[in-house]
């Protein structure tokens, strides 16, 4: 094909040349952003979901400020076990994005099931960090909500109690979600990073396993749950009720 005259090619026309002379099919499939047209043995760089880029986020209180909870545990659980999961979670990303296009299914899901409970674990992590460091003493819109959807907040604060003692010695998370089905509030008790109500939005969040009280109370989970509550940040629990509620309608 003989090149046009104007030295201002148009993406056809330069897409056409390249053809014609078979170079780069590679650069064809990036400009086609990756799809059948592109060579397979051409990497042009790991995709965003493949980067394992998250990075951890610094507390948002200081650690040795809260009442009945040590700096000691707080950050020992800040550091291990929440960057614990950040970090594994960037490992299984990069290793998805270097598999080959043979890799047996049972490598994809093994990888994804992983994907999945880290990345759960790194967001109720820093949702459950991220309403503590308040003075625990209930009141706004989430208040408000719980209220309507429990008859008291007295109530749904037994209720909730009670499925946190039901994980105590074991593992698991106690969840207060807005439920965009029913537009209202609720509980809901998980025993792992996997269990999550399908399209709610958590509020409050209770990390239930050992890690988050063995070295403070032992295995008198009680006596954590208790020293929880007088450190939530009603303030950030609200916030995320009310963006809950302009987000989902």
């Known amino acids: ?26 650069l064809v499939g990036l400009i086609y952003g990756g799809h059948a047209m592109a060579d397979p043995t051409v990497r042009i760089g790991p995709a965003p979901a493949y980067r394992g880029r998250n990075e951890v986020k610094p507390l948002p209180f200081s650690a040795g400020k809260l009442t009945g909870l040590s700096e000691k545990l707080i950050t020992s659980h800040h550091q291990n076990n929440y960057a614990g999961a ?13 598999l080959p296009a043979d890799a047996a299914p049972y490598q994809v899901g093994a990888l994804k099931r992983e994907e999945l409970i880290a990345t759960n674990s790194m967001i109720l992590h820093e949702l459950y960090f991220g309403n503590l460091g308040g003075n ?28 946190c003692l039901s994980l105590g010695g074991g593992s698991g998370w106690m969840i207060l979600s807005y439920d965009p089905h029913n537009a ?21 969040v209770m990390d ?6 063995q070295m403070d109370y032992g295995a008198n989970a009680k ?27």
Not at 191 to 196: G, M
Not at 208 to 213: G, I, K, L, Q, S
Not at 226 to 249: P, Y
């Open 136 to 163: 625990g003493k209930p009141s706004g819109t989430a208040v408000d909500m719980l209220k309507v959807e429990y008859g008291t907040f007295e109530a749904w604060d037994h209720e909730f109690r009670l499925g």
């Open 1 to 26: 094909m003989t090149p046009p005259a104007s030295s201002d090619l148009t993406r056809r026309q330069a897409l056409q040349l390249l053809l014609a002379s078979g170079a780069a099919t590679g």
């Open 86 to 98: 950040v970090k594994r979670l960037n490992q299984i990303q990069q290793q998805l994005g270097s």
């Open 223 to 249: 006596g954590y749950v208790d020293a929880i509550f007088q450190n939530i940040n009603w303030d950030e629990v609200n916030k995320r009720a009310e963006r809950a509620r302009r987000q989902v309608g």
């Open 184 to 204: 209202s509030v609720h509980s809901y008790w998980a025993a792992d990073h996997t269990h999550s109500l399908a399209g709610g939005v958590p509020l409050l």
């Open 208 to 213: 239930m396993y050992e890690h988050a009280y």
